[in-house]
């Protein structure tokens, strides 16, 4: 959407939530959570085309799954927001080199998964349900699948996982929050009300759901790849995560921007896994 309409929308809910504060919070979260863009195109799903597929489900929901069979260590690869498990395109050559056993997986409301809404909470429990079915020993995730990694090892605990990659996360949910209220020009009102429906609906208020904060426990060993310009997740999130994540090392980019789409990376993954 240009800033124009974004604005508009702003303006529109400002205005609603002089009338309902909670009705226009409610409007601006469902919003925040509804990915307009991450369905398969024609292209994409040629990219996945010779992959064995599977359906999964969490709460009624489908998750897809994408299993490239190989002799090798099992890699779990999630996605980011508004995109699906076709992103990974770039790396299917290199890690099938490898003989790696490849996993994919669609988040919520993205690809060939079930669902409307998305956020990392309910994308963990995606995360959660593919691990304990193909129980992978490295997890990679990019930018909120990153995120979603993290939030599912704090919460479940995986032994079985001993590496984990994170490529351009988010290291907070307040810091991602607080960049939508401020593109979307939310009032005081609507912040507020934002703020009360996730302790509602999660029972933790924003700042506690810091990814950062979690692999303080994570005893997998962790690689963070993080662009100094990205313009998505700040590069401070990636210092967050190297001074709280003790078992990990930092590799730091520029102008690769967000995506990290640059092959001059894949060496550096391979090389970590293998360790």
């Avoid at 299917?92 to 490898?98: M, N, Q, V």
């Amino acid at each position: 959407m240009s800033s124009f309409v974004i604005k508009s929308i702003g303006k529109a809910l400002n205005a609603t939530s002089l009338i309902s504060s909670k009705y226009a919070s409610k409007k601006a979260l469902s919003l925040f959570a509804s990915p307009r863009k991450g369905r398969y195109n024609d292209v994409q799903k040629q990219l996945l085309a010779k992959a064995n597929y599977k359906e999964l489900t969490y709460d009624n929901l489908k998750i897809a799954t994408y299993h490239f069979k190989g002799s090798n260590k099992t890699v779990l690869l999630a996605h980011g927001w508004e995109s699906n498990a076709s992103r990974w395109s770039y790396l299917f050559d290199d890690l099938l080199r490898e003989k790696y056993n490849i996993v994919l997986l669609d988040g919520p409301a993205h690809g060939n998964s079930g669902g409307k809404q998305f956020n990392a909470i309910l994308y963990s429990e995606f995360i959660r349900i593919v691990t304990e079915t193909y129980k992978p020993e490295v997890l990679i995730g990019h930018s909120v699948g990153g995120m979603a990694s993290v939030f599912c090892m704090h919460n479940h605990q995986l032994n079985f996982v001993n590496k984990m990659v994170l490529l351009g996360a988010p290291a907070h949910f307040t810091g991602v929050f607080t960049r939508y209220k401020s593109m979307m020009g939310y009032n005081h009102r609507i912040s507020k009300g934002l703020d009360s429906i996730v302790l509602e609906r999660f029972g933790n208020p924003t700042d506690y759901y810091s990814a950062a904060n979690f692999t303080k426990e994570i005893k997998a060993k962790g690689l963070i790849i993080h662009d100094k310009k990205d313009k998505i997740i700040p590069y401070e999130d990636a210092l967050l995560f190297a001074n709280r994540y003790k078992n990990s090392e930092l590799i730091t980019t520029t102008g690769f921007g967000h995506s990290l789409r640059d092959k001059s990376i894949t060496p550096k993954i391979i090389r970590f896994i293998n360790q």
